[in-house]
C-alpha cells in the first residue's frame, strides 16, 4: 500500500507531536464570532514553523489527516454546542489524492465527537501551483458532503480568479497585502472595493484578514465588509476560544 492510502486510511504514525490554536473570524455587525480557524502549534504553544518544518513528502498525507482530526476533537471540546460558530479547517490539495477516499477519517471523527459537517469550512492557499482540475474535484466533493469552502489569500495565489470561472466558494478570504494600508491607499480601495463587487454578484462571501489597526477596520466596514480577521480583533488563542465580548471596546468607535 503507498504512502498516500495509508495516510488517509488511519492518519496515524506521524512521529512529531502538535496541537492547534484558533483565531476568530468575527462578523463585525454583530460582534458575534462567525468561525475559529485552526492553526497548527506545537505541543506547548510553539509557532507553526517549529511543526511545519518537520512536513515533507514522506508524512504528507498523515500530517494533513492528523490536522484534521486534531482540529475537530479540539473544536468538538471548546466551541460552544449551542451556537453555529464554524470551525475553519486549513487543507492541502497535494496531501488529498482522491477526495472521498481521503476525508473518510475526518467524518470519522466528525461523528465520534458530533461535530455537524455543516459547521466546518475548509480552505485551501494557493501558494504553490497546484492541478487545477485535481482541486476543482476536491472542492466539488467537499461541497456535495456538506461542508463549507473557503480560498485563503485570494489575489496572491496561481490562479484565483481563473478558479471562480469553474467554482464559487462559500468564502474568499482577501490577501492581507491588500489590507495594508487600506485606509490610506486610494487605489488599494479601488481594487478591493471592484473585487468586493465582483465577489457579491458570484454570491460569494468576502473575508478581510490581516486587520491591525481601528483605521483599517472603519475604512473595511465602509466598504461593506462584515467579516474580520486579525490581531485587532484576537489573535490566536493555544487550545482555547476566544469569547465574543472582547472585541466590544474594538468595535464600539466604528459602531
Do not use: W
Not at 517549529?50 to 475537530?72: H, P
Not at 492541502?92 to 472521498?100: F, I, S
Not at 478591493?192 to 473575508?207: E, G, H, K, V, Y
Not at 486579525?230 to 471596546?249: C, H, M, Q, R
Amino acid at each position: 500500500m503507498s504512502i498516500k492510502c495509508e495516510g488517509c486510511r488511519d492518519g496515524k504514525d506521524l512521529d512529531f507531536p502538535f496541537s492547534m490554536a484558533f483565531q476568530p473570524i468575527f462578523d463585525v455587525n454583530t460582534g458575534a464570532v462567525f468561525a475559529n480557524e485552526a492553526l497548527v502549534r506545537g505541543p506547548n504553544g510553539e509557532g507553526a514553523g517549529t511543526v511545519l518544518s518537520k512536513v515533507d513528502e514522506s508524512n504528507r498525507y498523515t500530517f494533513d489527516q492528523q490536522c484534521r482530526v486534531k482540529a475537530i476533537e479540539l473544536a468538538a471540546r471548546l466551541f460552544d454546542p449551542t451556537d453555529t460558530t464554524k470551525l475553519s479547517i486549513n487543507f492541502m490539495p497535494n496531501a488529498v489524492y482522491e477526495p472521498r477516499a481521503c476525508i473518510r477519517l475526518t467524518l470519522a471523527t466528525a461523528m465520534k465527537t458530533g461535530f455537524p459537517l455543516n459547521r466546518i469550512i475548509f480552505e485551501f492557499t494557493e501558494t504553490e501551483k497546484l492541478d487545477s482540475v485535481h482541486v476543482l474535484n476536491i472542492l466539488r466533493t467537499y461541497r456535495d458532503i456538506g461542508f463549507m469552502t473557503a480560498i485563503d489569500d485570494f489575489g496572491a495565489g496561481y490562479s484565483g480568479l481563473n478558479l471562480l470561472t469553474h467554482f464559487q466558494p462559500d468564502i474568499v478570504k482577501l490577501d492581507m497585502d491588500l489590507i495594508r494600508g487600506i485606509d490610506r491607499d486610494p487605489v488599494r480601495r479601488v481594487i478591493l472595493r471592484n473585487t468586493l463587487n465582483m465577489l457579491a454578484d458570484l454570491n460569494i462571501t468576502p473575508l478581510c484578514e490581516g486587520i491591525e489597526t481601528a483605521d483599517q477596520l472603519a475604512a473595511l466596514r465602509d466598504l461593506g465588509v462584515n467579516l474580520m480577521q486579525g490581531y485587532l480583533l484576537a489573535k490566536p488563542a493555544f487550545e482555547s476560544v476566544t469569547v465574543p465580548s472582547t472585541i466590544a471596546d474594538v468595535l464600539a468607535p466604528a459602531a
